[in-house]
């Protein structure tokens, strides 16, 4: 019989042999994929420590040993010392053993065991102690960095005018009272609730809502927009909401609502000559008074642009804006975003640019009618339907008269069988266009037959650079989804950094698909795409996860950026939401310095035959323009009219994490005249998204997936929220050391701005609304940063 003390060492081994029974099942089925032995192996021992442990063995204290050091000579011999690669491979292992070794299991073991396992107790506790505490100081350091004398810099303006401060999108401020050496005491100024939150069909994740809209500053005023269109007018110095305007659209049948900011512009109109066009999410825009919040009911109709005329067909939800209107040299450029991998037959991407006065139609670029913009359509014609849109933040140089357009790529994303010439000719590049008449310059084409969702997400960032001759250049620098960084001449587009044309993989692609044999690298710049994933680079919070992560990664195809799509599934790294997304770069016009923050979030991709049993089974899980379903790990796109649904989803482990290895968000700085990487470190840390999406009151810093932007400042300082942690955070630009945070009540999925308010203080100020795609808690904040009154 047994006795009562004996129970815990019974239970205790018959879990340790289920989980040795787990690992040499699914260990052995990683071996045979033509994985790592270790799981196998350890699995068996782990059993065999298990069936000791029930017969009250003696030995199976010391089998476990042999098993823990065996997992200790594998882990430094596939990862080295890396903490974050060591930390799942050991840190489980370790803490099992210490419990192995407690008096409850020890005890009834027969023979007893001797003094030596108390000071093996002992000693194995002193271990893990120092070992974590030993992880928990480690951090990301920087790499060395040297940066030129600053040059003559324009006088400080106490304006934000646009989306990114200028129309050329630097997302720089000339504003140098906060600086590395007193940042630290920044404190809260004001609040600012809007009063425009997630309902409850959001809440539930029926609908997305993004809350990332960039404040602009004109006068003692900001000037901003939340998910639901609502736009307000902020007192600057104290916070107080001077108005409000809610334009109350129907949110039933628009499954994305997000705005990312308004535009700014004066015009010769007496009832209303200093406007605010902000887009609205059922497909308007709409143009207000500045000073009052009211409609400008002498614009367009009676307000309002409507941003469906000549589009034919256009379900609700398909054609909204997302981002503001670019209000630049007497017109106001417009873009739209169109419903991703619904079907073929989707609304046009024309590009289109108004008067800022009347509202009456200049030109529309629609590249099915030729590379120039056209006039405005008869009344029943329509734009080239299914054609690449321009979704993100656009750009311009108001003295060259160009506009720059990111493009992304005909609808759907993931089958590019039915892509006609102009849209493989446009799709994912740069287009420079005539401001004035929308006369085509040039365009650069960042991939070649697109068919991963690497659209362009934000217009390209203007900076001058010095020239071979002593003069300057004018370039500009796009970031991409792929982690490539672009540098070109903005007048005509040609690489100021070299780009090769480099072979890619083409094995396993879909039947049907036209492939490129080589994609464009941009190798005389620092590149932030990820290195090709390796089983040793695999991830999990245990060993669980981490072998299941090994399992997926082995069935899968992958051979890097670029494995081709196809029925089988791959693994994207990187993926659509890109190692850098719509938040793109920051620029100091100053120094010549870059700074952007990057993500690592792997998909997986598969594309199911529409006339399979998968196909058809699948077919009835998303009808067209229906919402993705909430909490769900794949989602499948109908790509109506193509041969293939395809299923997508976020590589996760089953306790919720990445399945590849931190640093999962960083934060980068490149000298644009040495074109080499000042210095590179973690941003963010796993709070508020551990293991099940617990948030936790602590994190480690593993890097955090983000969306948003940084700004760079004259006082040295980049600040950036984005992060799923939930900060606000100061780095030096010259090291890269995080300098201060400060704690958001909600996601600051949103690039901060900077001013000085009619008190001389300068703010730092952050949309904290939350981003229903990476789980961020929901408010409805404005928050406001500054420096202790004197």
Known sequence: MWKWSEVPVILSGIVVAALGLFFAVAGAQLLYLGGSFYY?????????????????????????????????IWSLWESGLAPFYLMPRLLAPTILGIYLLMPWITRPLSPAVPLWGRRARTAAVAVILFGCGGFGAWHATAQSQAQGGPASSPAPSEDWLYNGNDAGGQRYSPQAQITPQNVSRLEVAWVNRSGDSADEAEVRHEREFHSESTPIKVGNTLYTCFPHSVVSAIDATTGETKWRF????????????????????????????????????????????????????????????????????????????????????????????????????????????YDPLTGKLIWAWDMGRGDDAVPPLPEGEVYTRGTPNVWGTITADPQLGMVYLPLGNATPDYFIGNRRPFDDKFGSSIVALDIETGKYRWHFQTVHHDQWDFDLPVGPSLVDLPAADGGTVPALLQ??????????????????????EKPVPSRGVAPGQPLSPTQPFSVGMPS????????????????????LCRITFRKSRYEGIFTPQGTDGIIGHPAFDGVTDWGGAAIDPENKVMVVNTMVMPFTIRLIPRDSEEGRRVAGARQVGEAP?????????????????AAVGPWLSVFGTPCTAPPWGELAAVDLKQRKLLWKVTLGTSRDTGPFRWRL???????????????????????????????????????????????????????????????????????????????????????AFALPRQ
């Open 40 to 72: 196998a192996v350890a699995g068996i021992g782990l059993i065999a420590t298990g069936i000791g442990l029930v017969m009250r063995r003696r030995w199976a204290l010391m089998l476990y040993g042999i098993v823990w050091l065996f997992t200790l």
């Open 246 to 353: 809610d334009p109350k659209a129907t949110r039933e049948g628009n499954p994305y609502l997000v705005c990312r900011g308004v535009a700014y512009y004066e015009v010769q109109d007496q009832a209303c000559p200093r406007r605010i066009y902000s887009p609205v999410f059922d497909g308007r825009i709409v143009a207000l008074n500045a000073d009052t919040g009211e409609v400008c009911t002498g614009f367009a109709k009676n307000g309002y642009i409507d941003q469906l005329e000549n589009l034919g067909r256009s379900p609700t939800g398909f054609t909204i804006s997302t981002s503001p209107p670019l209000a630049v040299n007497n017109r106001i450029i417009v873009g739209s975003r169109i419903r991703d991998n619904q079907a073929v037959d989707e609304p046009s991407g024309v590009v289109r640019a």
């Open 479 to 500: 970031t991409t989804k792929q982690g490539q960084i672009f540098l070109l001449d903005r007048r005509d587009g040609h690489p100021l950094a070299e780009v090769q």
């Open 528 to 547: 932030f795409t990820p290195q090709t994933i390796r089983e040793r680079d695999l991830w999990g919070a245990t060993p669980i996860d981490q072998l």
């Open 629 to 645: 379903p909430p909490n769900t790990a794949v989602n499948y796109y109908p790509q109506t009219g193509t041969p293939y649904i």
């Open 697 to 783: 009151p602590v994190g480690l810093p593993t890097g955090a997936p983000n969306i948003g932007g940084a700004i760079v400042t004259r006082g040295g300082v980049a600040f950036i929220g984005a992060t799923t942690d939930q900060y606000l955070r100061a780095f030096d630009v010259k090291t890269g050391k995080e300098l201060w945070r400060g704690r958001l009540p909600a996601g600051g999925q949103a690039t901060p701005m900077t001013y000085v308010g009619a008190d001389g203080r300068q703010y730092v100020v952050i949309t904290a609304g939350g981003h229903g795609a990476l789980g961020t808690r929901y408010g409805d904040y404005t928050i």
